[in-house]
Each structure stands twice: as C-alpha cells, then as structure tokens.
C-alpha cells in the first residue's frame, strides 16, 4: 500500500468516526430535549398539585376550626 492510500484510507476512518459521532449526537439532543420536555411536564403537575394541596389544606383548617367552636360551643 502506497502512503497516499494509507492516508486515504485513515482519512476514511477518521471521517467513519466523525460521522459515528454525530449520530450519537443527535440522538443525545433528541434523547435531551424529550427529558426536558418531560422535567417541564412533570413541573407543571406539581405545581397545579401544590395548588390544590395548600386549598385542600386551607379548607381542613376551617373546618377543624369550625368542628373545634361547635365541640366548645
């Protein structure tokens, strides 16, 4: 093999790598933008929870307060 298709042929390989690596890469930004999506989905959620948890707990107070003046009354 002549020095040209030695150096052709590692200028093949190292484009085969380059090539490999960008799938990967687009698969990782693809992967990462589906989790990110996810972490937002599941932010939204709790938030809409905690809204409900601290009106649920508000009502609980109220009616504790009120059971607690009829109980003394």
Known sequence: MSR???AAARLEA???RLDSAAHKALELSSSSSE???ELDAAKKEYAELSKVTDE???KLDKTIGRLKFVLEG
Do not use: G
């Open 4 to 6: 040209l298709d030695a």
């Open 14 to 16: 190292a484009i085969e």
């Open 56 to 58: 649920v707990s508000e």
């Open 35 to 37: 989790l990110q999506a």
